[in-house]
């Protein structure tokens, strides 16, 4: 054999070699993480056995995820799927993954999850479907799953259908922050009486509707922050009994009627700052929710005797108003919450109100 056909074969045959390792090292191991990074995948996974090891996609572009896509059912504890360029999941995608804690799906580009997507998974610790591109809850699809906590935050969800958890297992923190939910019915939270902590903060709801948390028995932790919420009837809080903290800051209300807070019976901490009131009724307030230790009042439309006289009452019953925050302390203020020198009767754009305090702040500057 001459020696060039000879080295030319030896090229052909590493360079054969080397195509097929490719191939075949889709997933490398790495002992000091103990994780396979899978790379390059678009269709299907190795079907090779992973054993007990996290698994992390890097490069792969799986539209659809399917009963399939990951052939080799294994005792995987964490499967990070972000960045995948998934558009879809069908049912049962990870049937195969009954002890899988974590799954990371967040940075795809979700809009379509099938009835019965997780079933079978009872062991999650956080399923993150964050930053995809959902605008509804298909009624289903999280049936059959038991979570500790679910993320769907900044997606473009705009309203909750009744009976869309109807046949969730549990979820306990269920985190829809940051989407544009208007929309919310009676029975959109029905099937989640496990739920401890809801987060909705920066969604547009200007509605609450009557019954909404009649199923949510043990819930905790409610964070309505950020949302356009302007008026609130008797009963809209009721079937809250155990609820500790509730965030209605930054809402666009300019009334607050204590007595909503009549059924929270271990209510402790409550957010009503940055509104529009310029009235609250301190007693009442005391009287609704004796319980409550901290409140926060802070950048509404109040005017300093008014603001005083409620320092003045919650600080003799023992209720924190300061917290923790950063103050307004360049204007007229109590330890940092602003007050107009003079008196507000009616709500006004904050803006406005800002200015108002600014103006008459600098003008009793009294220079010597
Ligand atoms: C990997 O395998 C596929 C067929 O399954 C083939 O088309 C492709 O060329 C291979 N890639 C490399 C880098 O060898
Ligand atoms: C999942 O992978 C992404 C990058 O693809 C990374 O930014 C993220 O931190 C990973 N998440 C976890 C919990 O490992
Ligand atoms: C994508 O998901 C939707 C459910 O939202 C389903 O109706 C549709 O058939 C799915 N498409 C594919 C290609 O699987
Ligand atoms: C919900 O998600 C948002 C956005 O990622 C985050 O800022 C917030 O802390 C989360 N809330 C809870 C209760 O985990």
């Known amino acids: 054999m001459d020696f060039n056909r000879w080295a030319s074969l030896l090229m052909c045959s590493i360079a054969f070699a080397n195509s097929q390792d490719m191939n075949k090292s889709a997933c490398t191991f790495a002992h000091d993480k103990l994780t396979y990074f899978c790379s390059g995948i678009v269709d299907a996974f190795p079907s090779t056995y992973y054993g007990a090891y996290n698994i992390k996609c890097t490069g792969c572009v799986i539209p659809v995820f399917q009963p399939g896509t990951f052939p080799a059912s294994g005792e995987i504890p964490s499967f990070n799927l972000s960045n995948s360029g998934i558009e879809n999941i069908t049912s049962g995608a990870f049937a195969t993954l009954p002890k899988l804690r974590y799954l990371y799906l967040q940075n795809n580009k979700i809009f379509g999850i099938e009835p019965g997507a997780f079933k079978g998974l009872k062991q999650i610790y956080e399923l993150n479907l964050e930053h995809n591109e959902m605008t509804y809850i298909m009624a289903g699809i999280f049936n059959g799953l038991n979570a500790l906590a679910v993320h769907l935050g900044h997606n473009h969800i705009k309203e909750i259908l009744p009976g869309s958890f109807d046949g969730v297992d549990q979820i306990i923190t269920f985190n829809l922050s940051f989407n544009d939910i208007a929309i919310l019915h009676m029975d959109s939270f029905k099937g989640l009486q496990n739920m401890e902590i809801l987060d909705l903060q920066h969604n547009k709801i200007c509605y609450i509707p009557l019954g909404l948390f009649q199923y949510s028995d043990v819930l905790k932790?409610?964070?309505?922050?950020?949302?356009?919420?302007?008026?609130?009837?008797?009963?809209?809080?009721?079937?809250?009994?155990?609820?500790?903290?509730?965030?209605?800051?930054?809402?666009?209300?300019?009334?607050?009627?204590?007595?909503?807070?009549?059924?929270?019976?271990?209510?402790?901490?409550?957010?009503?700052?940055?509104?529009?009131?310029?009235?609250?009724?301190?007693?009442?307030?005391?009287?609704?929710?004796?319980?409550?230790?901290?409140?926060?009042?802070?950048?509404?439309?109040?005017?300093?005797?008014?603001?005083?006289?409620?320092?003045?009452?919650?600080?003799?019953?023992?209720?924190?108003t300061f917290g923790t925050g950063n103050g307004r302390y360049d204007v007229t203020n109590i330890n940092g919450i602003m007050c107009l020198l003079g008196s507000v009767t009616y709500a006004m754009p904050f803006n406005h109100y800002m200015d108002l305090v600014k103006a008459s702040s600098d003008k009793h500057i009294n220079y010597c």
């Open 221 to 320: 932790g409610l964070d309505l922050k950020g949302n356009k919420l302007r008026y609130f009837m008797p009963g809209t809080f009721s079937g809250l009994k155990r609820l500790l903290t509730i965030n209605l800051a930054n809402n666009e209300f300019s009334e607050f009627d204590p007595s909503l807070l009549l059924p929270m019976a271990s209510i402790y901490y409550l957010d009503i700052s940055r509104n529009n009131l310029f009235y609250l009724d301190s007693q009442s307030l005391h009287a609704s929710a004796p319980t409550v230790k901290l409140l926060m009042i802070n950048d509404n439309l109040w005017d300093c005797p008014m603001l005083t006289n409620l320092i003045r009452y919650f600080k003799g019953v023992g209720i924190d």
